[in-house]
């Protein structure tokens, strides 16, 4: 009677037999309505009522209770029987508390109200009689399973949402918000406020969610879902989302045999009704591990798999990836509990892992981590299988793919080898080793299509050596060992070819099933091969490529697989001046970490030096900071006091190391080395115990290194003990052995330190480098800083003062030098007893000091230098009247003095003029002409120098000679070339020349010198310092480059420059033999226009040239044919076309990336409108300006049959492929024309039909269908070049847009070259059956241990020989997808005719007529 007792609060016997029926007859589909008054007796029932009926039934729910008490367990049906309590009408009651609480806007207290019902339903269907009684109904245990979901908050806090798993493309991101004044947004606005839960509620709401939980899986204990895969295809689900329910810490025990009133957690409860699900007691196992793996799948995958449609990725928190964890190892338990039977569908979860991955890295990283986790459960002859597999998945399309079989490659290689004896088919055996993935899988990887991948790839190669395994560092090391052996398994893999379908749009249309992936691709490996591609990564066109190519060349040098030469060091030393600058960093932090893995290594030193020192002047901030902390750490840090009876450790060491290197190989850093300082001191780095302990490394014997960061400190900071210096200033003087560097810096030092010194120790070192100098000994730099101190030394507030200090000592020391040369110049055998480094050295003397005091050069002075250029005079004691300066130096009779001699006459000379203005009108004719006839390369490099000083300070004077200067930039000499390329920028840049006349032009010829270090050197100050200044200059200038290049001077405007005939031939690119170079420099040009310019240079050339032309202006004689042809051609260009409608939409193919990205769609959605108003605004200006030029110059050309008429059309054809549906229109008032380019497009058409054809098919005598096979170029993984050993960039070659024609062959060439035989083998065994089914599935390759093909309602395991071991279905049941390419190809067989067949049948069936 307790039970009927606590039946009362239902009022069963108050419910009408009417409204029950019509619950029934429902389904429990809706709530049906009920009398106000019974529903409020009902709804007045507390959780109180509800816990004493489940106590009671929990009585009689047989439980794993004894026999013994079933007499009692049936005695519940007789007692509602004999208490007239209808079964029908209490599930109906119970079924209203459900689907009240279901309802979105329900309470707190009917969401509870309704779980527990719910509870009791599901305790009531596991007593048994409960079907003979008719309380089972299939979509009430549905709905009653799978409440909790509706009952329960998505998101615990303020006002509930109605999901609370956000995805990728939401987050960050407002919805968009409804109109105002619509009936749905009051309904949403009322809901939201009915929908918010205190912590109290939620805690009852949970606490009933527990409850039913609990008691499904009381009744899977039980109650058979044998027969009812539907319900049982519900609970698995029902279980997934409850994993997520609330996060659990800690991992769960599944193997421990579990109570489930000790399961203290929903998740935890969930696994075991999972695991509860595959017993044999709920159906077929293998269905059931389907079910239950494919739930897990999207667990794993962290994403929410909904009924259809993409599934949408969740956001990433701990307790996802706890969830993930446990997940993980739940199915690794059934892989251990029930072996055999779960490792078909081990090997289906891994599958679809890897095939359904996104490309997020860090969805990537942890579904690797999964694959990993998993495939230790396999034993070596399935994981053999699945690496095989995993390898034709590296040959996918799709490129997510091919960068997540990177990812697991490198989980996997963190896992013990396993040897190739544990495998138990001898084929598969090859598979296991770690050579094979990182040779055949990693390595082959960077020549993938995709930059991402080869990136990613490079990049994980470096990572590998880094794993503290031997076989993988030996693996490595046979890819860049000049004694490695080949990797390739014989016969095993050649090109890939994909049996899957390249992108699934539709998700929902891929089952469950074994993902079919077939490849056939080879990989061989040459060491020298390999290393020269990795070389070629650092300079490749995309910049995450060259960071990681970088990152894998460091590596490979840190750890000795390639050698440490000065070629690979400058390598990565010179990517610290990459265009980009994640690159530039990259570059100094792999300089950075290659150093302090070799701190001995003085090349290592240099190369860092080099990469490092020169990125203190980048112009990014972030890059200069990043060096400025590299030479923080490795040297400023590291200046500590120095004891003889201390040894130096490795890092003071390399402190030392590199500031000596500073002071000799490489002194050029030097200005770069001192931005360094002017930051230091402004963040206060030279204290006086800094000073203390720099100077005290002045007596070690890396002084040099010392007396070098002393002379750059000492200016930022005064405070220095002077007498340690000057006691270090006593020691030079009185030593004979100090260096030439060391001796400039103790100079320099000395320099700074002046003003702080007394006027007795002044007057003691100025006598002490008097006396020094007077020598004649000194090196020529030490002479240079000897002169500067002394400058420091005599300077004063006072100017006069300071330029009699000057002139007394100055005067001294020119005295000295003017008696000298004229005992070498005046005397009878002067020159035949001529010391020549001591005539240096007083020349250089001479100059240096003429520039402080001036006054003191006499005119005998400066005769007698000329007279070192020219010829021993016996007049010139007397100082005759000047000869004639029209005349260059070597037109005087020659002397017989050193060609060094001489050179270092011209730079006194230059350095008089300097401060002479009637020197530099005198001598600057003689000047430019010496550069046009003279024959010492010193000398005339040498002028060019001295010619650009005194531009800057008589620029309207050396003006007029600009031209002679340009003139150089085609000298013989590549080094004149070169020193007047880097002379002219510097003077454009500064604006003390302008752009006028031929210079710009002869610039442009330097972009094709035959020296490519030069040709490189003016593209750089052409983009990166002049262009910036003045971003019109090309464009400004292009139009006139096609006269000027062709010689053409019959144009009224453009080529009129003043140029004698020699400037003129030896600038002239005029000829076919010089084509090449002339388009080189347009396409140059071209690159860096913009859409604008572009636009406006095109119509600029119908105006100035073609139209010239029409109206007769220029003569149609063979100069202006050729300058015809020349400008159709130009305007051929691929480059000449607007970017905005030449530019490829969106991505490239095979590069879609798994996520639609909304920014990217906007941009795409913009530049297609652009596209469209750019591409009407072309169409008018071509129809407008351009179509009537054309059509005249036809008729005009045609009467005078000149050759540029093929390049007229050639050049219409390229041009109306943009607009091939619009040609009457264009050229309606030529009708000839018109009939002639459509013509010329459809012959143009065919032949690209033609060549897709001969590209797709194999050509066979027997007439047989070809196989279908993906070409070799399909790949993605690109054909291995035959690389040269030099290490130049690979650039993408340059179309040839010049006739049509031309454009196809070189396709046709380059198809040729791609299309070498390549051994294609179909992995033998494989099933294909024909036919399909309504969803799409992935068929398997045979060959491997494990192959199956199931989905519902569609099951097919085929053995390895193919044949059908279950025959659920029928083998057309079963789809193989293939590319779009197989597929036509199996359709229907190529009728493949050469064109001369076809011509010759058709001229048969004529004369048949």
């Not at 119970?94 to 009791?120: C, E, I, W, Y």
């Not at 998700?507 to 990795?534: K, M, Q, W």
């Not at 200090?805 to 020159?831: D, P, R």
């Not at 031939?1065 to 860096?1088: A, D, M, N, W």
């Amino acid at each position: 009677m307790e039970l009927i007792s606590a039946l009362k609060f239902l009022k069963l016997h108050q419910v009408p037999e009417a409204w029950v029926d019509a619950v029934w007859n429902s389904e429990f589909t809706e709530r049906q309505p009920l009398d106000d008054t019974i529903e409020e007796q009902l709804t007045a029932s507390g959780d109180e009522a509800f816990r004493n009926l489940y106590e009671c039934l929990l009585t009689y729910a047989a439980d794993g209770q004894s026999v013994s008490s079933v007499g009692t367990l049936q005695n519940i049906w007789a007692i509602l029987v004999e208490d007239r309590v209808s079964v029908k009408s209490l599930v109906a009651v119970l079924s209203f508390f459900v689907l009240t609480g279901k309802d979105k806007v329900a309470d707190t207290q009917q969401r509870v109200s309704s779980l527990h019902a719910a509870s009791l339903y599901l305790l009531l269907l596991g007593i048994p009689g409960s079907i003979a009684n008719k309380v089972f109904h299939e979509v009430l245990l549905d709905t009653c399973s799978d409440l909790s979901s509706h009952c329960w908050p998505h998101d615990s806090g303020k006002k509930r949402k109605r999901d609370g798993l956000k995805t990728s493309q939401t987050e960050g991101k407002r919805s968009k918000p409804q109109q105002k004044g619509t009936p749905d947004m009051e309904v949403d606005e009322e809901e939201e406020e009915e929908l918010y839960f205190s912590g109290v509620d939620l805690l009852k709401i949970r606490d009933a969610v527990f409850l039913l939980v609990q008691t499904l899986l009381r009744l899977l204990q039980t109650f058979s879902l044998k027969g009812r895969p539907q319900s049982a295809s519900n609970c698995t689900q029902i279980f997934s989302k409850l994993l997520y329910f609330e996060p659990v810490l800690g991992h769960f025990n599944f193997a421990a045999v579990q109570d489930i009133t000790k399961l203290r957690s929903v998740p935890e409860m969930a696994f075991h009704g999972l695991q509860l699900l595959c017993s044999p007691k709920h159906g077929n196992q293998r269905e059931s591990l389907r079910r239950v793996f494919h739930c897990l799948l999207y667990v794993i995958l962290m994403m929410n798999k909904g009924n259809r449609g993409k599934p949408p990725l969740l956001v990433i928190s701990q307790a996802i990836l706890s969830t993930r964890d446990q997940a993980i190892h739940f199915v690794c338990h059934l892989v251990d509990e029930l072996k055999q039977l779960a490792l078909p569908f081990l090997h289906i979860l891994l599958q679809h892992i890897c095939f359904q991955m996104v490309e997020k890295s860090e969805f990537r990283i942890h579904g690797a981590q999964a694959v990993g986790m998993l495939t230790s459960e396999m034993t070596s002859t399935d994981y053999a299988c699945f690496i095989k597999w995993l390898f034709n998945l590296s040959r996918h399309s799709k490129m997510v793919c091919r960068l997540f079989s990177v990812d697991v490659v490198m989980v996997l290689l963190e896992q013990p080898e396993r040897r190739p004896g544990e495998c138990k088919e001898p084929d598969l055996a090859c598979f296991l080793p770690h050579k094979f993935l990182i040779q055949s899988m990693l390595f082959a990887q960077q020549m993938d299509e995709s930059p991402t991948v080869q990136g990613h790839a490079l990049s994980c190669l470096a990572q590998c050596l880094e794993l503290p395994s031997l076989d993988v560092t030996r693996a490595i090391h046979d890819l860049f060992s000049a004694t490695g052996t080949q990797t390739l398994l014989d016969g095993e893999t050649t090109e890939g070819i994909l049996t899957s379908q390249p992108t699934q749009k539709t998700y929902h249309s891929l089952p469950f099933r074994t993902v079919e992936i077939s490849s056939t691709e080879s990989f061989g490996c040459d060491a020298r091969e390999n290393t020269t591609l990795l070389l070629q990564h650092v300079k490749d066109s995309k910049t995450n490529v060259r960071k990681s190519a970088l990152q894998a060349l460091m590596s490979l040098m840190k750890h000795a697989v390639i050698p440490m030469s000065w070629e690979n060091l400058t390598t990565l030393s010179e990517r610290c001046r990459d265009p980009a600058v994640s690159v530039r960093k990259k570059a100094l932090q792999c300089m950075g970490d290659l150093l302090v893995a070799k701190p001995d290594c003085s090349m290592v030193q240099k190369a860092w030096l080099q990469g490092v020192v020169p990125a203190l002047a980048d112009s990014e901030n972030s890059v200069q900071d990043k060096a400025l902390e590299a030479l923080d750490q490795l040297v400023l840090s590291q200046v500590k006091p120095y004891s003889a009876s201390c040894h130096l450790d490795i890092s003071q060491k390399l402190t030392w190391d590199l500031l000596c290197l500073l002071c000799h190989k490489c002194q050029n850093l030097s200005p770069y080395f001192s931005r360094a300082f002017t930051i230091w001191s402004k963040q206060d780095k030279f204290t006086p115990t800094f000073i203390t302990n720099l100077i005290s490394h002045t007596k070690a014997d890396h002084a040099e290194g010392a007396w070098l960061f002393l002379s750059k400190a000492v200016v930022l900071s005064p405070r220095l003990p002077y007498g340690k210096i000057l006691e270090a200033w006593d020691n030079m003087i009185s030593s004979k052995d100090e260096n030439v560097t060391t001796c400039c810096h103790i100079l320099s030092v000395m320099g700074n330190i002046a003003a702080y010194l007394n006027e007795d120790t002044k007057d003691r070192i100025v006598d002490d480098l008097m006396s020094w100098l007077k020598t004649f000994n000194l090196a020529l730099e030490v002479i240079s800083a000897a002169v500067e101190t002394l400058y420091h030394l005599g300077r004063s507030d006072d100017i006069k003062q300071t330029q009699a200090f000057l002139n007394q000592h100055g005067g001294e020391l020119l005295s000295l030098c003017e008696g000298y040369l004229s005992s070498v110049i005046l005397t009878e055998k002067g020159a035949e007893n001529l010391n020549e480094e001591l005539m240096v050295k007083h020349l250089h003397t001479l100059g240096v000091v003429s520039l402080h005091c001036p006054a003191e050069v006499g005119k005998k002075t400066v005769l007698l230098v000329e007279s070192v250029l020219t010829i021993h005079s016996d007049k010139l004691a007397e100082c005759p009247e000047e000869l004639p300066a029209s005349l260059p130096l070597s037109q005087f009779k020659a002397n017989s003095l050193p060609s060094r001699v001489k050179a270092h006459a011209v730079i006194t000379l230059g350095k008089l003029c300097l401060q002479h203005e009637e020197l530099v009108q005198k001598y600057l004719p003689v000047f430019a002409r010496e550069l046009e006839v003279g024959t010492d390369v010193a000398v005339r490099n040498n002028l060019v120098v001295i010619m650009c000083d005194l531009c800057v300070r008589y620029t309207t004077i050396v003006d007029h000679y600009i031209p002679n200067i340009s003139a150089c930039l085609r000298d013989d000499e590549a080094v004149i070339r070169e020193q007047t390329l880097i002379m002219l920028t510097n003077l454009l840049q500064e604006d003390f020349v302008k752009w006028k006349g031929s210079l710009f032009f002869r610039f442009m010829v330097v972009l094709v010198d035959p020296v490519p270090v030069i040709s490189s050197l003016c593209e750089y100050c052409l983009l990166h310092l002049l262009l910036k200044k003045n971003p019109e200059m090309f464009s400004q200038h292009f139009i006139e480059c096609i006269f000027f290049f062709n010689s053409y001077t019959k144009h009224k405007s453009y080529n009129k420059f003043p140029q004698s005939e020699s400037e003129k031939l030896k600038f002239s690119l005029k000829g076919v033999q010089y084509r090449e170079k002339r388009f080189q420099i347009y396409r140059f040009l071209l690159e860096h226009f913009t859409d604008a310019q572009r636009f406006h240079i095109t119509n600029k050339i119908s105006q100035t040239v073609l139209a010239c032309f029409v109206d007769k202006e220029l003569p149609l004689d063979a100069d202006g044919a050729e300058m015809l042809s020349e400008t159709f051609n130009i305007l051929s260009l691929k480059e000449m076309k607007l970017q905005a409608i030449s530019a490829p939409a969106g991505v490239m193919a095979g590069e879609e990336t798994e996520e639609e990205n909304m920014a990217t769609m906007a941009k795409a959605v913009v530049q297609a409108a652009q596209k469209k108003v750019v591409s009407q605004v072309q169409k008018k200006a071509f129809i407008e300006n351009t179509v009537p030029l054309i059509i005249s110059l036809k008729i005009l050309l045609e009467q005078k049959r000149s050759p540029a008429l093929r390049d007229l059309m050639t050049y219409l054809q390229v041009t109306m492929q943009d607009y091939r549906n619009e040609v009457t229109e264009f050229f309606s008032g030529d009708e000839q024309l018109m009939a002639e380019l459509e013509f010329a497009l459809r012959t143009a058409e065919k032949e690209r039909e033609m060549e897709e054809q001969m590209d797709t098919c194999t050509l066979t005598g027997d007439g047989k269908t070809p196989t279908a096979q993906v070409s070799v170029q399909d790949s993605p993984i690109r054909c291995r070049p035959l690389l040269s050993v030099s290490c130049a960039t690979p650039q993408p070659p340059r179309p040839s847009c010049l006739s049509l024609g031309q454009s196809q062959t070189v396709r046709r060439t380059n198809r040729s070259r791609q299309e070498e035989p390549v051994k294609l083998i179909t992995l033998e065994g494989t099933v294909i059956p024909q036919g399909g089914v309504n969803d799409r599935a992935i068929s398997t390759p045979k060959g491997g241990s494990v192959n199956l093909t199931f989905d519902e309602g569609v099951s097919a395991i085929f053995s390895d020989q193919g044949t059908i071991l279950t025959g659920l279905v029928r083998e057309t049941d079963v789809l193989n997808v293939q590319p779009n390419e197989q597929q036509a190809s199996r359709l229907r067989q190529w009728n493949v005719q050469s064109p001369l067949c076809k011509k010759k049948i058709k001229k048969i069936k004529n004369l048949a007529k």
